[in-house]
């Protein structure tokens, strides 16, 4: 039974790598392809049935994938964005689940209004992954990017309170405003300062205690899991947890770690993070016959017309919300429309169309109890879940697909020149920095050592070209003529390394220590001439 389980993993994994390949040859953001992938294997005669358990998901993919997104979040565009962030993570979510549940009962019969808050937790939260995915090939304005993000990485905690609150009202049959409101609170508030008081005791092991790269990669592996499970243990946010500890250690780890474990805990996080979210969507697409054969007393027919009728609806309300959201707070501050720039039409939908759901829906769905208090069948827990099922379909693949098809029509791009200029800008001050330090305290070595006024010289270069690229505005040629042939020279020395050095592996004059020493720093190189 392990072995076949086990074998099944590994399976598993082996063909979401060959699967990612292929969607990258197709130009397809792999959620999407894996997704569709998922659905066309799970057809095939004799393929066993995998069933997706939420609480793996729950437990073992959402704390990872939560804490890496929160680390590359950039703590301060999340935070200057925190206005319309908030606005999608906790007003569009909560006018979703309502629109949804009022929908929902009244489509389908005898679909209890509090059934309808259920499904509407479900599926009110769009997918971190799906949205960065798609977009990230895309040239487009940061702002929306940040949103997007920042907008995923607390959605999932106000969906999930909804969704708690909407099951406990079915168990008892009751259902209190102002005590779920301050119930919703508490879960928020405790949920964010547990992930904060971990993640300060995480930051004093890392910052006081003689750790290593090896040490420090697999305490950040651990904290996710240490931030979640505490806070859920409680009854608290673990999504909020994770996500404010992973802001915080984001924020604070210059203090900490040194090139060594930045580079090791960086090509360790950015395996797992790919291997997890790729078994996610490709298990996404594998529940659809297990989810067909539980529609039991429903058609097939009406179960799909019920899926898409929700769908519509979660597409629409969050096309309806993003304008008012966007345009509403500039009319009634000042400061706003001082501060901020106004966002414009074509940005605001591309907004509005990126709302793809992906896994937590379908846990969430997956997690629905099979009975009720005193034995009672749940009611329509299998149409729940085909549903949830239709609209991950309906917003993963048609919007994915769509949307870069969307940002090219609407000619929406990002401002590279703004961008570029903040490059050179940043490289320019980084230059006279060092020309500074060089100057004040090695004046003699560079007067009288060649090396020394080799570096200097090289450095006044640097802050030469900055200089004249930023005073002109010149963008067409980002680099001197000499640039990309002297690149290929570089790399071309490179690569004569990495020859010699394989055949001194034959022989016994350098240790296996040393040579791969030597490698390290070759890789280092090429990744610094291919930037």
């Known amino acids: 039974m392990l072995k076949d389980s086990l074998l099944l993993i590994i399976s598993l994994l082996f063909v979401v790598s060959m699967l990612a390949m292929l969607s990258d040859k197709l130009r397809i953001s792999y959620p999407i392809f894996l997704v569709m992938a998922g659905l066309g294997i799970s ?17 073992i ?43 929902a009962h009244y489509l389908i019969p005898d679909f209890p209004l509090a059934l309808g808050f259920l499904l509407g937790g479900i599926v009110s939260p769009p997918d971190a992954v799906a949205a960065t995915s798609v977009l990230e090939n895309l040239k487009v304005p940061k702002r929306i990017v940040t949103i997007l993000e920042g907008e995923s990485l607390v959605n999932d905690a106000s969906s999930l309170i909804i969704y708690r609150f909407a099951l406990a009202a079915l168990f008892t049959g009751k259902f209190i405003v102002w005590k779920a409101g301050l ?50 243990h409680f009854h608290y946010s673990g999504v909020l947890a994770v996500v404010s500890g992973g802001l915080f250690l984001s924020w604070r780890s210059h203090d900490v770690f040194n090139y060594s474990s930045r580079l090791q805990s960086m090509s360790v996080w950015n395996v797992i993070v790919f291997l997890l979210n790729g078994v996610v969507f490709i298990l996404i697409g594998l529940q659809l016959p297990g989810i067909v054969r539980g529609l039991g007393e429903y058609s097939l027919r009406a179960a799909i017309g019920y899926g898409f009728a929700i769908s519509l609806v979660a597409i629409l309300v969050r096309l309806a919300w993003v304008y008012p959201g966007a345009y509403l ?129 090289r450095y006044e270069r640097i802050a030469d070209v900055a200089g004249r690229q930023i005073g002109t505005g010149d963008q067409q040629e980002k680099e001197p003529d000499f640039m990309p042939v002297f690149r290929k020279l570089l790399l071309e020395l490179v690569q004569i390394q990495r020859q010699e050095l394989s055949l001194l592996r034959n022989g016994d004059e350098y240790s296996d220590e040393l040579l791969r020493s030597k490698e390290f720093e070759l890789d280092l190189e090429e990744a610094r001439y291919n930037r």
């Open 329 to 457: 707070p500039r009319l009634l501050s000042k400061r706003i429309r001082r501060t901020e720039t106004r966002p414009g039409q074509k940005l605001v939908f591309i907004t509005g169309w990126a709302g793809m759901r992906g896994v937590v829906s379908l846990a969430s769905a997956l997690a629905i109890p099979i009975t009720l208090a005193g034995e009672d069948a749940f009611p329509h827990r299998n149409l729940i879940l085909f549903i949830t099922f239709i609209v991950i379909l309906v917003t993963l693949v048609f919007q994915g697909l769509t949307l870069p098809l969307i940002i090219r029509w609407l000619g929406v791009e990002a401002d590279d020149n703004e961008e570029e200029q903040k490059h050179l800008s940043l490289r320019l001050r980084l230059a006279r920095t060092v020309l500074q330090h060089i100057e004040t305290q090695y004046e003699q070595e560079v007067t009288s050592i060649e090396p020394f006024r080799q570096l200097k010289a």
């Open 43 to 59: 057809i095939i005669p004799g393929i066993p049935q995998i069933r997706l358990d939420p609480n793996i998901v729950f437990i």
């Open 61 to 103: 993919f959402l704390p990872p994938l939560l804490y890496s997104a929160a680390w590359y979040t950039p703590w301060h565009e999340f935070w200057q964005m925190r206005r319309p962030i908030g606005l999608l993570a906790f007003g569009l979510v909560l006018l979703t689940a309502t629109a949804t549940a009022y929908a």
């Open 183 to 232: 119930d919703f609170l508490l879960v928020v508030f405790m949920g964010i300062l547990t992930g904060l008081v971990i993640a300060h005791i995480v930051y004093a092991i890392h910052r006081w205690l003689p750790t290593t790269a090896t040490i420090d990669t697999a305490i950040t592996l651990i904290s996710p899991y240490l931030m979640y499970i505490t806070a859920e």
